[in-house]
């Protein structure tokens, strides 16, 4: 498994913006699906925003496109999420995904955190009123 490290995490007023990121270190793989996540206390873990990275295809939740935007820059092996026009209901643990090495979820399969073996410590997001 490639160790992921997200940051970018913090504290803003609804309305705002931050941006999340990933890095992916060792070996780097031609394609795969790489995901964002979130949980809120007492919720199940759901999917925010998903890309493969191999052809640059990109799925998101209903409730953040056009707000929420996933990209990659592969020469840094790193996953981006900019968050834009936040709200109060976008608090949460956000966790960056790997899937396996050359395999493209699409869809729901791409949202799907059932789909991802390998995982991120996590960033908190929080956005008040």
């Known amino acids: 498994q490639v160790p992921l490290v997200e940051s970018g995490g913090g504290s803003v007023q609804a309305g705002g913006s931050l941006r999340l990121s990933c890095t992916a270190s060792g070996s780097p793989c031609r394609g795969r699906s790489m995901a964002w996540f979130r949980q809120a206390p007492g919720k199940e873990r759901q999917g925010v925003a998903a890309?493969?990275?191999?052809?640059?295809?990109?799925y998101y939740l209903g409730s953040v496109k056009g707000r929420f935007t996933i990209s990659q820059d592969r020469a840094k092996n790193t996953l981006y999420l900019q968050m834009n026009n936040l709200k109060p209901e976008d608090t949460a643990m956000y966790y960056c995904a790997a899937g396996v090495c050359g395999i493209h979820y699409v869809m729901d399969y791409a949202l799907s955190p059932d789909r991802y073996n390998n995982w991120g410590q996590g960033t908190q997001v929080t956005v008040s009123s």
């Open positions: 890309i493969y990275t191999g052809g640059d295809s990109t």
